[in-house]
């Protein structure tokens, strides 16, 4: 069983409800002309096991002596320290896939992730081989130490707030994808990321499923600054 700590938006936002409809299940998801429903499905297939949402934590293993309540406590504490805060969003390709990621990069998902990424290494398992894990990931000497380190190299610095709208695409199938959603996250509001979600995948390869949501504070009661 894995963990991961997610700002999952509420079913009732905006940015919640685009999710839904873009990762919608096949009989109910977006046309999108000139991509068949199977590769459609294909590019989606990670977005909708992972679910719809930012990873603050990426999916972890809990060390021997943890349990859930370890972690509920240690993410209860996070959410007390940190502030709420709002951001907007645009569709940038990131690595090599299409994302969700904030126009303007500030401080504020860096502390937050940052903040989560520590409060929860004493609770996770290590992974001796996570370099063998990842060879042919083309990682750089920098996030070979993180991954080493945090047994994941996109951290700290490396760290990047996005959600993942598809796998890897063609150019072709890019340019359809944004013609779907452009104008939809054009129309978003302000997203606030006012939470941290609590996800367990409770095999591997299962679906991530949400077990909890826990406010963070409000804006001005930041006890991390």
Known sequence: MRYAIYFC????????????DWLAASTDAPELPGISMERRDALLANARRYGWHATIRAPFTLAADVVYDDVRRAVAAVARDCASFE????????????????????????????TCLEALEPLRASRPNAAQDRRGASLDAAELVLLQRYGYPYVLDR?????????????????????????????????????LSICHEAAPGDAFELLERIPLCAPGMDRTS
Request: zero cysteines; aromatic letters at 6%.
């Open 159 to 195: 760290y990047r707030f996005h959600f993942t709208l598809s796998a890897p695409a063609t150019e072709s199938e890019e340019q359809v994808m944004r013609q779907w959603l452009e104008p939809r996250v054009a129309e978003l509001p302000l997203t606030r990321v006012d939470a």
């Open 9 to 20: 938006p509420a079913n009732d936002t905006a940015l919640g409800q685009l999710g839904r």
């Open 87 to 114: 951001l907007s969003l645009r569709i940038e390709r990131l690595a090599s896939f299409l994302a969700l990621r904030p126009g303007v990069d500030g401080a504020a998902p860096q502390k937050l992730a940052a």
